[in-house]
């Protein structure tokens, strides 16, 4: 397993101890904003250019938009309907089952990662799912066909900083 730079652990450890005593979890950092999440313990790169909506009742995750593309990014327990644990290979497996709309053009599964990438209503999307303790965090990014050269950096800045948090 790689080392985590001392960087990144300083860093998370100060924005989860800053949410907590402020309630705020998006920090600008290098021209990016980062989001963490509290609940699932999971933090995502943005642009600047992403305005955030709120986060969702649940405090599950919350919804980035630059009225041209999207990022939603959310946590779920890692069971399924019946309550049992599933494997992130499970989850992988029922990801792209289940996905009867989504015609998948890229998928790779990972140590404690997957990521898949496809269309979708008419629509290009990046999705990059992780394992967290005893849950997953999922981040999407959307955008129309016609704006791939614009989102394809923003894509590979989500998908390599979607990570879980320092604990």
Same mark, same amino acid.
């Not at 015609?103 to 898949?116: A, D, N």
């Given at each position: ?46 642009? #600047? ?8 009742? &649940?405090? =599950? /995750? $919350?919804? *980035? ?43 790779? #599964? ?8 496809? &269309?979708? =209503? /008419? $629509?290009? *999307? ?42």
């Amino acid at each position: 397993m790689k080392n985590i730079h001392p960087k990144i652990i300083l860093l998370s450890i100060v924005m989860l101890v800053w949410s907590s005593l402020f309630g705020q979890n998006i920090f600008k950092e290098n021209g990016v904003a980062v989001y963490c999440n509290a609940r699932f313990k999971y933090c995502i790169h943005c642009p #600047l250019t992403m305005h955030a909506g709120p986060e969702a009742e &649940n405090g =599950d /995750g $919350r919804s *980035f938009s630059d009225g041209r593309a999207n990022i939603t990014v959310y946590g779920r327990g890692n069971w399924n309907e019946e309550g049992e644990t599933l494997s992130l290979q499970e989850k992988y497996t029922e990801d792209i089952s289940e996905q009867k709309d989504r015609k998948i053009t890229y998928s790779k #599964l990972g140590k404690t990662f997957y990521v898949l990438s496809g &269309n979708e =209503d /008419g $629509r290009v *999307f990046y999705q990059k799912t992780i394992q967290l303790t005893d849950a997953f965090g999922t981040a999407i990014l959307d955008y129309r066909p016609a704006d791939s050269i614009r989102y394809k950096n923003i894509a590979s800045l989500i998908l390599q900083n979607f990570k879980r948090a320092a604990d």
